[in-house]
DNA sequence: GTGGTCTAGACCACC
DNA sequence: GTGGTCTAGACCACA
């Protein structure tokens, strides 16, 4: 498993982003201890500030808790996850629309690229 | 037709893609003249500046040309204009695709999502 | 007006009430221009980023808005405001009133001692 | 008796306190002997090594005395205990009309809130 | 000039 | 060793 960063959005947008991804796809699993601030940190190649500010949101929004003297783990409550799951894709399939709707696509076109350009993804 | 701005992205970005969705929408024609800046600063609600930095961009891509004397208007390259149309969705549905995968979706499961989504938004 | 802070608590914490405490007291009003981060917290006598961190959070109770380059301004919702002296209010009363209880007292008595130390406290 | 303990705070605190008000209250009466170290840290589910400093800094505010060879005891002296309980609530109404002051409210609204509060506190 | 982000490096309380 | 806080100083995009 490896950190994906880029320079176009904020780094620790980003990092929020790939653990809550790890936590959806079960690569994190409930109960589950996360490394420490700075080991976290050096993995992902930023400085140990930025991790945290990650974690902090993370922790917000109850998808870990924190021990404060032992660490750091991911919330217990499948619920959550699954439902955060469920929201983030339908956020995601709503922004898509929204946003071919603007280029002036309707629903049948719009499915019609989707496996086309999904097939061709496949090759790759 | 109105402008829609929100403060979370920059605000030229937003007046270039809403200008970009007129052009490929049609609602501005090719060889249309458009109005002034301030005219269209005036209607979107923002400074001129703001405007002119997103015209000067959407000049660079082509898609409006400066008569030094009488102002700006739509290109007539009908096919840059559907180039820009299929190039934009595109890069929209792959960004999506590449985001449903880190969430663990699989292109079946994204289909079916997607025609239950836009028959609920339907409705609305 | 001053910025009291000790160093028993975060300072950024210290720092969200009492910006708290002008906008619930009327010192802030509605809509008023708040100075910079760089000037407030020079003026409070901290670094920016604590300043920063802490109106970071003021934001996120929405308490203040920002407009990413003309500054930041008190929340318009004058409700919102109202909402907050309440519950502050409350809460504060009731976290009293528990440790009141768990250290014996009955409400009669509470009520007689707070009658006594205030007007104690009016002398000074 | 139950103990209760969250993480917000240093937990050694929260033992502090709660011994102390077991003491004010009566729940351990002058002279009474305290179950051991090990038995105590047990029964509160925390480290023996924290519950220790907890007892330490009791027996600092001389509220408990160790008899090196039977253990621990209540302080046999009634006066500090009525004391420790006059200066703990002074402190803690102190620090109440402080905060309430903060908020914008006078002496006469916050008893008339605290009655309705407290009335509201006890039908639950 | 405005807010926002990031790094580097330090110190603290707690267990 | 753990998380949390803070400073100092820098750079960026935006208007």
Same mark, same amino acid.
């Given at each position: 498993? =490896?950190? !994906? *960063?880029? %320079?176009?959005?904020? /780094?620790? @947008?980003?990092?929020?982003?790939?653990?809550?991804?790890?936590? #959806?796809?079960?690569?994190? *699993?409930?109960? !589950?201890? *996360?490394?420490? /601030?700075?080991?976290?940190?050096?993995?992902?190649? /930023?400085?140990?500030?930025?991790?945290?500010?990650?974690?902090?949101? &993370?922790?917000?929004?109850?998808? /870990?808790?924190?021990?404060?003297?032992?660490?750091?783990?991911?919330?217990? !409550? =499948?619920? &959550? #996850?699954?439902? &955060?799951?469920?929201? %983030?894709?339908?956020?995601?399939?709503?922004?898509?629309?929204?946003?071919?709707?603007?280029?002036?696509?309707?629903?049948?076109?719009? @499915? %019609?690229?989707?496996? !086309?350009?999904?097939?061709?993804?496949?090759?790759?």
């Amino acid at each position: 498993m =490896q950190w !994906d *960063l880029n %320079s176009e959005r904020p /780094v620790y @947008i980003q990092l929020i982003e790939q653990i809550q991804s790890r936590i #959806i796809t079960g690569f994190y *699993l409930p109960g !589950d201890k *996360l490394p420490s /601030v700075r080991d976290l940190a050096a993995e992902a190649g /930023v400085n140990p500030n930025t991790m945290q500010k990650a974690l902090t949101e &993370l922790e917000r929004m109850e998808l /870990v808790y924190t021990n404060r003297t032992s660490g750091r783990y991911i919330t217990l !409550d =499948q619920g &959550l #996850i699954k439902q &955060l799951k469920k929201q %983030s894709a339908k956020q995601q399939i709503q922004d898509f629309l929204e946003k071919m709707k603007y280029l002036g696509y309707e629903i049948e076109e719009i @499915i %019609s690229l989707i496996t !086309d350009i999904a097939s061709e993804m496949k090759k790759n």
